[in-house]
C-alpha cells in the first residue's frame, strides 16, 4: 500500500462546476498538507497548503484536511478551463525532508 | 529572477551511457531535492541535499550519483543510464528545513534507448 494515495483520474468537467479532489494516507506523523498545481511540460507550483486539521480557503479553492479519517480534499469552485492541470497532493511530516506526493489527479475542465 | 532552472530540458540518451542533469537556482536557498516523475507513481525523491557538501538518499536512489560543491548547483548523474531511468526529473529547493514551501524546476525529459 503506498504511503499517499490519490487518484489519477482523468477528472473532466464543464466550466462553471465544483471540483472535488482527495487525497488518503496511512503516516499519521504527516503534520502540513499542500497541494500543487502541474500544468503541462512544466514543473509543480504550490498552490496551498494547510497545518493540522481543518479547512482554508482561497479564492475559488479551499483545501480540507480530517486527520481523524486521514484525509484530504482539494474543492474548486466555478472552475475556469485555465484550471486544466495535474494536481498533486503532498504531505510532509517536518522532522524529516522526504515530502511525499499522491499520484496527481488529471483535471480537465471544457467550455 | 530566474528562480530554479535545469538543463537539459530533453535529453536522449543510450542504455549504458553516462549522463548529467543540471540543476541552478538563485535563492541562495539551503535545499535541494532530486525528484523522478513517472506515470502511476507521482513524485519520487531520489536524492536531497542539506547545505554544500551534504548529501542524502531519498526513496529511489539506486543507480544516482549527486554532488554539492557550491550551494546554488545541485547536478544528477545517471552513472550507467538504464531504460527504467526514462523519466522526467525535477530539481526543487526550499529555504530551510522546516519549510513546506518548496520550489521546483521546469524539469528534465529523460529518454534511455
Known amino acids: 500500500q503506498k504511503e499517499v494515495e490519490q487518484d489519477p483520474g482523468p477528472l473532466s468537467v464543464p466550466e462553471g462546476a465544483i471540483v472535488s479532489l482527495n487525497c488518503t494516507y496511512s503516516?499519521?506523523?504527516?503534520?502540513?498538507f499542500m497541494w500543487y498545481r502541474q500544468y503541462s511540460r512544466k514543473g509543480p507550483e504550490l498552490l496551498m497548503y494547510?497545518?493540522?486539521?481543518g479547512n482554508k480557503e482561497d479564492g475559488r479553492f479551499t483545501a480540507q484536511v480530517d486527520k481523524s479519517s486521514k484525509y484530504i480534499s482539494l474543492f474548486i469552485r466555478d472552475s475556469q478551463p485555465s484550471d486544466s492541470a495535474t494536481y498533486l497532493c503532498a504531505m510532509w511530516a517536518d522532522n524529516n525532508n522526504d515530502m511525499r506526493f499522491g499520484a496527481g489527479t488529471r483535471l480537465t475542465v471544457k467550455p | 529572477d530566474a528562480g530554479i532552472t535545469q538543463s537539459p530540458r530533453y535529453k536522449i540518451t543510450e542504455t549504458g551511457r553516462q549522463v548529467t542533469l543540471m540543476c541552478h537556482q538563485t535563492?541562495?536557498?539551503?535545499?535541494m531535492f532530486w525528484y523522478r516523475q513517472d506515470l502511476g507513481h507521482g513524485l519520487r525523491l531520489i536524492y536531497y541535499s542539506a547545505a554544500a557538501d551534504i548529501t542524502d538518499k531519498g526513496e529511489v536512489p539506486d543507480g544516482y550519483v549527486v554532488s554539492r560543491s557550491k550551494t546554488e548547483n545541485f547536478p544528477l548523474t545517471l552513472e550507467s543510464a538504464t531504460r527504467s531511468q526514462t523519466s522526467v526529473y525535477f530539481c526543487a529547493s526550499r529555504q530551510q528545513p522546516s519549510s513546506y514551501e518548496q520550489y521546483f524546476g521546469p524539469g528534465t525529459r529523460l529518454t534511455v534507448t
Open positions: 494547510t497545518y493540522s486539521s
Open positions: 503516516n499519521s506523523a504527516f503534520q502540513y
Open positions: 535563492w541562495s536557498h539551503s535545499y
